[in-house]
């Protein structure tokens, strides 16, 4: 998920070629603020125009608390973006809030309401301790995406290297998600000189469950899509487990053994949802089974 | 409607810089490396979004750096809405 300067045509126009699942067009800390209204507006216009592909298109608006937030939702509902991204959801009131604007929006232009969804974004300690409630205040919330850089100033600590400081906080926010059937995704790396870092942080949060990481540069996508990719070994046993379960169940079997091991539900569920991820990466179990 | 100048845009690659001056005359000045190749599609487009305004007397100014019709557009818009905000 690739966050690109919503001021910048040079970026936006070439946003479906950088390999990204996902772009995060910013209007929030990414644009001046003199220059708000026209990144509004050049973000609408790339919206009706581009072709994004397969690309998912995201635009990050200004928060509830800014003079921006109406007039952005105002400009950029109708452009249909998948989502938008609000920043500092501090209680399920605010995804609510912004819920009812939508709705006025896309009623006003004949649009269904709940076409556009909603990715909330929690970077302060209150917004994590309602985590679960925001996630289901609306069926627009599609996703959580935690915002690193400013629950760490809302904490009083420094972003670490290692990242120990946001370990509650990324349990929180996956454990939120999942609950509410959503997506959890993770903060930014700001060190682009640095993939050595992004590449065992990336490793870290899908470790712990999340299911996307956001970019600031071109250059991170491949890093993370590496952590992401699963490893062709556990791929190939997660295709011999779905398979067998697939066989003992058509045999009426409750039990299976794979590779010598007794197989029982959760695993069969870990293995789907592995292989689901690997065939979105292009991998083939059946080939190399 | 009075306006005053205004400017949106930049002289970035792939972006355009729209500058508006008052006038009691529309005038087009267009500027950009590729030689005016799209000077007259460029100029219609400017025509039809200052009609849409209201507008149409301006002296508007492009510095166009290869931006796409979209950035085109939404740079004018803003340079009349900002030209407008200022009244």
Redesign the interface.
């Known amino acids: 998920m690739l966050y690109m300067p919503g001021n ?3 970026m936006l ?1 070439h946003a479906p070629v950088f390999g990204a699942d996902s772009v995060l067009l910013d209007l929030e800390d990414a644009v001046a603020v003199a220059e708000k ?2 990144a509004r ?2 973000v ?3 919206l ?3 072709d994004f592909g397969r690309v998912e298109v995201t635009v990050r608006i200004n928060g509830a608390d800014t003079p921006y937030f109406e007039t952005d939702l105002e400009e950029i509902i109708p452009a249909r973006p998948s989502a938008v991204r609000l920043p500092k959801c501090q209680s399920p009131g605010d995804v609510l809030r912004a819920d009812a604007l939508m709705t006025a929006i896309e009623e006003r232009h004949g649009m269904e309401a709940g076409t556009v969804g909603i990715h909330a974004m929690l970077e302060t300690a209150r917004g994590l301790e309602h985590a679960f409630e925001i996630a289901t205040a609306s069926p627009r919330v599609k996703a959580l995406t935690l915002g690193g850089q400013d629950l760490t100033a809302d904490l009083g600590v420094q972003k670490t290297r290692e990242g120990w400081e946001l370990f509650y906080a990324r349990g929180r926010v996956v454990m939120a998600a999942r609950a509410a059937g959503i997506a959890a995704f993770d903060t930014v790396w700001t060190d682009v000189d640095d993939p050595e870092g992004l590449a065992a942080e990336a490793k870290q949060i899908v470790e712990m469950g999340f299911t996307g990481k956001a970019a600031i540069h071109p250059s991170q996508i491949p890093v993370i899509h590496e952590a992401f990719r699963p490893d062709p070994r556990e791929f190939r046993r997660a295709w011999r487990i779905v398979t067998a379960a697939e066989e003992a169940e058509r045999q009426g079997k409750g039990v299976l053994l794979v590779d010598g091991r007794m197989v029982d539900g959760p695993i069969v569920v870990r293995a789907q949802r592995l292989l689901d991820l690997g065939v979105l990466y292009g991998m083939k179990g059946d080939e190399t089974a | 409607m009075r306006y005053e100048a205004a400017q ?2 930049t002289l ?4 355009c810089l729209v500058t508006l001056a008052p006038s009691g005359d529309f005038s087009f000045e267009y500027r950009s490396g590729n030689g005016g190749l799209f000077a007259e599609r460029t100029e219609a487009m400017v025509r039809e979004i200052l009609e849409r305004y209201g507008t149409p007397c301006l002296r508007v100014q492009i510095s166009d750096q290869g ?5 085109l ?3 004018l ?2 340079a009349l ?2 030209a407008l905000r200022k009244e």
């Open positions: 910048s045509p040079g126009q209204d026209a507006r050049l609408a216009h790339f009706r125009v581009l | 949106a845009g970035e690659s792939s972006d931006a796409l019709e979209a950035t557009r939404a740079r818009e803003i809405e900002r």
